[in-house]
């Protein structure tokens, strides 16, 4: 079944750490994105691609990067994770449909990290 | 100005009545018009999306849209306890691919 996959679900981790965010999607959509959202709080994206070798930073300035060697893998990376970073990090992927414009997103189900 | 502006809420209304979530937007040259749901600690779930003027239907869902007043609203008939979420709008600009999302209004159902 097509779908777009994201571990770890959940992740506590020490300050100063290095993680991986990973995301994985099996629909063959060439763009792919992350975004940030707090509890109650407005999506922000930090990090978007069109395709493999295309990343681009987002609305919201992140100390984060990606990277998109392959179509369907698209991980983000903290080099050194502070408080700061705790969050929900959404991944999410899509396909422009040229005739009617649309760019519909499926999400995966989400990252949260607690950085203590 | 927020390029996508919408209610944050909470909305209330009780079991049965007709909820109607409003978003306005400031590109006139938007194309693309999307409404998601997002129940608390999940991902956003696309519901509805428009690209004409005038109404979608679909199920309970009506999705509404003039572009000439720069609105489009989502309504929700027979609204359900089960539909108690924040529903996100979204808006695809002109010139980017990339969706615009307002902040999303809450909705309590009430039984």
């Known amino acids: 079944e097509a779908d777009i996959y994201q571990t770890p679900r959940y992740l506590v981790i020490g300050t100063g750490k290095k993680i991986t965010l990973e995301c994985s999607q099996t629909?063959?959509?060439?763009?792919m994105y992350w975004y940030q959202q707090d509890p109650g709080m407005e999506l922000h994206l930090i990090h978007y691609?069109?395709?493999?070798?295309?990343?681009e930073k987002g609305d919201l300035s992140s100390e984060s990067t990606v990277s998109r060697i392959r179509t369907e893998h698209f991980p983000l990376t903290l080099e050194s994770a502070r408080p700061s970073h705790t969050s929900q990090y959404l991944c999410?992927?899509?396909?422009?449909?040229?005739?009617?414009?649309?760019?519909?997103?499926?999400f995966g189900a989400g990252s949260r990290l607690t950085v203590l | 100005q927020k390029e996508v502006e919408q209610n944050s809420g909470p909305l209330s209304v009780p079991e049965g009545a007709i909820a109607s979530l409003n978003c306005t937007y400031s590109?006139?040259?938007?194309?693309?018009f999307f409404w998601y749901r997002q129940y608390s600690g999940k991902s956003p779930e696309l519901i509805m999306s428009?690209?004409?003027?005038g109404d979608k239907e679909d199920g309970r869902f009506t999705a509404q849209l003039n572009k000439a007043s720069q609105y489009v609203s989502l309504l929700i008939r027979d609204s359900q306890p089960s539909d108690s979420a924040t529903y996100l709008c979204a808006v695809r600009t002109g010139g980017s691919y990339i969706p615009t999302f307002g902040r999303g209004t809450s909705l309590i159902v009430h039984p």
């Open positions: 428009i690209y004409s003027n």
């Open positions: 629909m063959g959509h060439d763009k």
């Open positions: 999410a992927s899509s396909e422009f449909r040229g005739s009617s414009g649309a760019n519909v997103l499926t």
């Open positions: 691609s069109y395709g493999v070798n295309s990343t």
């Open positions: 590109d006139r040259g938007s194309q693309s």
